[in-house]
């Protein structure tokens, strides 16, 4: 849809201290209204206060569309649901990035680009080794990225970004799984290019020089799937500081180890590590999950159901549902059984009989699911969020090109409403 087609021609009318302003009406794709207030603060000096952003439009976006009210996700418009059935994890990279399914040509060269360009710089697997036992990946995930910009100081963005998109989605399965090689001591085991991304990933991750290392099939979907249902989510916290600070004309990488920092917390992609913790807590406390669900709506016990609630959904999580089922097929072919996948569907379906979930729109998000199959594939839980990191690099690769491609892109720089002192005198230190 083009930009102007956004506007619709009518305006919304404010009244403010006394006089009316027009705010043009604007409706997306898929019917979503806004009002656009470009112009308030030149015109009536007064600005919009939403704390956490939840009723700002940072960008006009045509990559993700989220209806969080019904559960709808679509990337470029396909659902969720039919890519993952359909696709694979660098096609739907492709997709993100590049807008449009490849074809068989297109999709033979980014692969070709994607294997040719995994091996990092032999001098980075120094930095890997400054780094003490207790380092958490996802620290050294991002310091790795942003030293990409080190190895690659060249970047004109007319005729390399294609190529340095290529070279940091092939090299970052490389440094997160040279990453887990370092956390246990074992020797880093290279990329191959005759495996898929997932099985090449499970291989420098699992497999050691002294014996054949062979790549579960089941294992591999899974992680395809997990890297799928990851790869975007439209304007959330890591993606919305990746163009903020790509808004600054910061390159790719410096830009993406910034989202990396943004999601390893706990409110955001650092939740699927927090609930492994969690079920791990409540089995190792007897298992007495209704005890947890009580100390969840008690706002004074600081305990939150991690894996539950989001900014955007109001309804199921369609990732969440997706990864219910898998985490089922997933352990049945493995012949595995996890308690605590018991405890999470226990704690599940309390939660949606609960009148605070149900009054509050809490329904489980795709992190509740995501770490058991993460865990029967024998990935620790400290990798949990690099996972993530993995999966949603697409999006915001995509995400970063499409800002930098907007025409008027201007810089991130939100305003305040000050409430600190006035203007007042200063005094000597002996006079205070
Ligand atoms: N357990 C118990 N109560 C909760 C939870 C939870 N997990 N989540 C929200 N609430 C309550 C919250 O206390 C508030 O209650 P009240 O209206 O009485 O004050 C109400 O529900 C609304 O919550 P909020 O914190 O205002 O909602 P938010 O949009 O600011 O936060 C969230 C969204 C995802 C940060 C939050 O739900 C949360 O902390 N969940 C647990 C962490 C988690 O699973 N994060 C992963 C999100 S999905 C992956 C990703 O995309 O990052």
Same mark, same amino acid.
């Given at each position: 849809?083009?930009?102007?087609?956004? @506007?619709? %021609?009518?305006?919304?009318?404010?009244?403010?201290?006394?006089?009316?302003?027009?705010?043009?009406?604007?409706?997306?794709?898929?019917k979503?209204?806004?009002?656009?207030?470009?112009?308030?603060?030149?015109?009536?000096?007064?600005i919009?206060?939403?704390?956490?952003?939840?009723?700002?439009?940072?960008?006009?976006?045509?990559?993700?569309?989220?209806?969080?009210?019904?559960?709808?996700?679509?990337?470029?418009?396909?659902?969720?649901?039919?890519?993952?059935?359909?696709?694979?994890?660098?096609?739907?990279?492709?997709?993100?990035?590049f807008?449009?399914?490849?074809?068989?040509?297109?999709l033979?060269?980014?692969?070709?680009?994607?294997?040719?360009?995994?091996l990092?710089?032999?001098?980075?697997?120094k930095? &890997?080794?400054g780094?003490?036992?207790?380092?958490?990946?996802?620290?050294?995930?991002?310091?790795?990225?942003?030293s990409?910009?080190?190895?690659?100081?060249?970047?004109?963005?007319?005729?390399?970004?294609?190529?340095?998109?290529?070279?940091?989605?092939?090299?970052?399965?490389?440094?997160?799984?040279?990453?887990?090689?370092?956390?246990?001591g074992q020797?880093?085991?290279?990329?191959?290019?005759?495996?898929? @991304?997932?099985?090449?990933?499970?291989?420098?991750? &699992?497999?050691?020089?002294?014996?054949?290392?062979?790549?579960?099939?089941?294992?591999?979907?899974?992680?395809?799937?997990?890297?799928?249902?990851?790869?975007?989510?439209?304007?959330?916290?890591?993606?919305?500081?990746?163009?903020?600070?790509?808004?600054?004309?910061?390159?790719?990488?410096?830009?993406?180890?910034?989202?990396?920092?943004a999601?390893?917390?706990?409110?955001?992609?650092?939740?699927?590590q927090?609930?492994?913790?969690?079920?791990?807590?409540?089995r190792?406390?007897?298992?007495d999950?209704?005890?947890?669900?009580?100390?969840?709506?008690?706002?004074?016990? %600081?305990?939150?159901?991690?894996?539950? %609630?989001?900014?955007?959904?109001?309804? &199921?999580?369609?990732?969440?549902?997706?990864?219910k089922?898998?985490?089922?097929?997933v352990?049945?072919?493995?012949?595995?059984?996890?308690?605590?996948?018991?405890?999470?569907?226990?704690?599940?379906?309390?939660?949606?009989k609960?009148?605070?979930?149900?009054?509050?729109?809490?329904?489980?998000n795709?992190?509740?699911y995501?770490?058991i199959?993460?865990?029967?594939?024998?990935?620790?839980?400290?990798?949990?969020?690099?996972? &993530?990191?993995?999966?949603?690099?697409?999006?915001?690769?995509?995400?970063?090109?499409?800002?930098r491609?907007?025409p008027?892109?201007?810089?991130?720089?939100?305003?305040?409403?000050?409430?600190?002192?006035?203007?007042?005198?200063?005094?000597?230190?002996?006079?205070?």
């Amino acid at each position: 849809m083009e930009t102007s087609k956004v @506007y619709t %021609g009518e305006n919304a009318k404010l009244l403010l201290q006394g006089k009316e302003y027009n705010l043009p009406i604007m409706i997306g794709s898929e019917k979503e209204v806004g009002l656009d207030i470009t112009k308030l603060r030149a015109d009536s000096g007064a600005i919009t206060v939403d704390s956490g952003y939840g009723n700002t439009g940072s960008c006009l976006s045509a990559i993700t569309f989220i209806d969080g009210e019904r559960g709808i996700l679509q990337y470029r418009g396909y659902p969720i649901d039919e890519l993952a059935a359909k696709s694979n994890f660098v096609e739907v990279a492709y997709l993100l990035i590049f807008g449009h399914l490849p074809t068989k040509a297109e999709l033979d060269d980014f692969n070709f680009k994607l294997t040719h360009h995994s091996l990092i710089h032999e001098d980075m697997k120094k930095f &890997f080794e400054g780094f003490p036992p207790t380092a958490h990946p996802m620290g050294i995930l991002s310091s790795m990225v942003n030293s990409l910009s080190a190895f690659y100081p060249e970047f004109d963005y007319k005729t390399d970004l294609e190529i340095n998109i290529a070279r940091l989605i092939a090299k970052l399965k490389t440094i997160a799984a040279f990453s887990y090689k370092k956390s246990i001591g074992q020797p880093y085991i290279y990329p191959q290019n005759h495996l898929s @991304y997932s099985g090449d990933l499970l291989n420098m991750m &699992f497999a050691v020089p002294s014996e054949e290392y062979k790549i579960n099939k089941v294992v591999e979907e899974a992680l395809d799937l997990l890297l799928i249902l990851h790869a975007d989510h439209e304007q959330n916290c890591s993606t919305s500081t990746v163009r903020m600070v790509g808004s600054s004309e910061a390159n790719l990488f410096a830009s993406i180890s910034a989202g990396i920092c943004a999601l390893w917390g706990p409110l955001h992609g650092g939740a699927n590590q927090e609930v492994l913790e969690m079920l791990e807590h409540i089995r190792a406390d007897g298992g007495d999950y209704k005890k947890y669900m009580n100390m969840a709506k008690d706002k004074s016990s %600081g305990f939150k159901l991690m894996g539950f %609630g989001h900014r955007v959904y109001k309804n &199921f999580d369609p990732r969440a549902k997706i990864l219910k089922a898998s985490a089922d097929k997933v352990l049945g072919q493995l012949g595995k059984s996890d308690p605590l996948l018991d405890i999470a569907k226990n704690l599940e379906e309390i939660a949606l009989k609960d009148d605070f979930f149900i009054e509050r729109k809490l329904y489980p998000n795709v992190d509740f699911y995501s770490g058991i199959i993460y865990r029967a594939m024998g990935i620790p839980t400290n990798m949990f969020t690099v996972m &993530f990191a993995l999966g949603r690099l697409p999006g915001w690769i995509a995400q970063w090109k499409e800002m930098r491609e907007t025409p008027g892109t201007r810089i991130y720089r939100p305003r305040q409403i000050y409430t600190g002192a006035t203007k007042r005198a200063h005094a000597p230190i002996d006079k205070r």
